[in-house]
Every structure is written in C-alpha cells, then in structure tokens.
C-alpha cells in the first residue's frame, strides 16, 4: 500500500522508513478476544487459589503488611520477565510462558493491593493502591486484558468508594455526577479521537464497562450511603450528560456538528433531548454504545449496546408507576411509533443514503 501511494506521489519520503515505522508502532498480535476472557478467568482462580496455598505453606503471612508489598511487586517483576521469555511465536511454550505470566501478574496484584490496603485501613487506600500498581505495569507488561482489568478495577473502586463511603455524605451525589462527566470525557476521548495509541484501547473499553456499570447501579437502587445515612442520587443529571454526549455522538458521526442541521439529524437530536428529559440513562447509552460500535466497527460496543438495551428497556418499563393495562397499551403506542418511524425514514429514502447524513 504504501509503494503505490509513493507512486501516486502521494507520499513524501521513503517507503521502507515509512514501513518500518508503522510496524513499531504496533503490538505483537495476541489471541482470539473469547481466549483472552477464558485465560483471565482460569488465571484469576489459579492465582487464588496459589495465594491460598501460600497462606497455609505460611510462606506468605497477612499480618505483614510490608512482606505483602514486597511478594506483590516481587510476583510483578516475575510476570514481566515470563512475559518476555514468551517470545513472538505462537506454540505452546509461548501459551505457557503467557498463562504463567498472567496468573503471576494477578497474583502480586492481589497481594501488593491487599498490603497497602491492610496498612492503610481504608478503602481509599485501597484504590490508590489499584492505581499505583496499574500505573507502574501498563506501559511495560502488554497484555491487553491485563490492561483492561486493571483500569477497570480501579474506576470500579472508585465508583464503590464513591456510594458507599460514609466520609461523602451531603456531598455524595456531586461527586459521583462530577466523576461521571470526568469519565464521559475520558471516554470520548479515547473512543472518537483518532490518533489514540493502540496500547491505550484496552483502557477505553475500561471506561466503557465502568460507566455501564455505574448506570445500572443507578437503575436498580436510589438510595446509597452507610447504614442509616443513605442519600438519594437521581438520574436526571446522568441523564441529560448522556443525553449531550448522544447529540455529540450524532454529530461526530455524521461528520461535523454543521450536519445537525439536516431534517434526519434534527429528528435525532430531538429524539435524544426527550429521552433526557425522560431520565432513561440507561437507553441514552446502550444508543451511544450503539452508534459507536456501527460508526466504528467495533463488535465489542455493539455487543454491549445490543446486551444493554433490552435490559434497559425492560427496567424503565417496569418501574413506572402505572397499572400493567397502562403499561401494555404504552408498548402497544411505543411499538406503533417506531413502526412510522421506519415507514417514514424508508418513505424519505433516508436508510439509502447513509453517505449525506
């Protein structure tokens, strides 16, 4: 590809630079993603269950909190050294070497976090742990569900400390509003920024299950806070963030928010206001993970999307405060909408021209 654009005069320089260029920057091709799930699953409980062992050998003692920081970080460096040691090709000793590395990694995790957690006595403690540990292995120890996990535990253990930590009280639901819009923008950026280093994408999909999971907590209870303080946090405000990150969404999709101005987008954008206004934040992004993952041809966000939706969907309906035969005509109503919806985009020739919208 590039010899026939340097010939086409379509490039300046050399196209071997060039070449070579392109292949640093990319990463050594790893498994098949379903792979990858089963060898972090088998590795969580085998790491486990070693750790177990450990305890009972009385190798390892959980009442020293430094002598569980120096076996986390010592099980760490052992994972990166493994994770060398594999080399590039694909056979069974690089399956071994890549397996053993994990479980080693997810050991001295395990143990660097539970050693600065117990010093520490708090649950902030524990993220910061989280943190620090991820910081120092994800640029060097490049396996991506590693990556993933990683980032994912500590935005999890931040959302958790946010809810339930009794230090927040009175100010619980600013936070968690204000980390959320943090997130949303971390995640967009991350998603539709085009010059994104490959090693970071594990991340982006980190942010992604955090905020979806951050929503369902919101969908399935109100209430949150320590024993008998527990505060309300509403849906409206994620609602109308998700709701302006859709109609960014729309607009970053369709090429340039000047696009917003054609009838099938203003319809879209309109249709994206109501369901702010409506407080569905769990609809608002399964469309989001939706439009993202046909926009970007990433099976991963549809998937989610597609898992999401129903499930939303179902939640709304069945927590409004209405009697079933009220409930069944507003499907019945909710069904015939979309039916003219698709008539009327099928009428206008809408689904058949992608390309000026």
Known sequence: MLAKLADQSLIIGSPDKLKHFVIAQQQAPELPLYIRCLIGVGALIVSFCFIAFLYIAEIIQFKSEPELIIWGLAFAALAIGLLKMAGEEHNAKQSFFIQSSFVAMAMGKILFVTGIGIATKSVWGVTCATLVITLLTYPIYQISIDRFLSGLAVLASI????????????????????????????????LCYGKVK??????????????????????????????????????????????????????????????????????????????????????????????LGYAKYENILTIIGALLLPYCLVVFYYNLDITLLHKSILLVMSGLVLLVGRFCITYQGWDKCQKNY
């Open 159 to 190: 959302i958790v400390n946010i809810l339930w930590d009794r230090d927040l009280a009175g100010v619980r639901e600013v936070v968690f509003n204000a980390f959320l819009f943090v997130k949303l923008l971390i995640a967009a950026f991350l």
């Open 198 to 291: 490959r090693y970071l994408i594990p991340l982006s999909y980190s942010f992604v299950f955090s905020i979806a999971w951050a929503v369902l907590i919101l969908m399935d209870t109100s209430k949150f806070g320590y024993g008998n303080q527990q505060e309300v946090v509403s849906t409206m405000l994620p609602s109308y963030m998700l709701s302006i990150s859709l109609v960014a969404v729309i607009g970053w999709v369709a090429g340039g928010f000047s696009k917003l101005k054609k009838i099938p987008l203003v319809l879209a954008v309109l249709v994206s206001i109501v369901l702010g206004l409506l407080s569905v934040p769990g609809i608002i992004l399964s469309i989001i993970l939706l439009i």
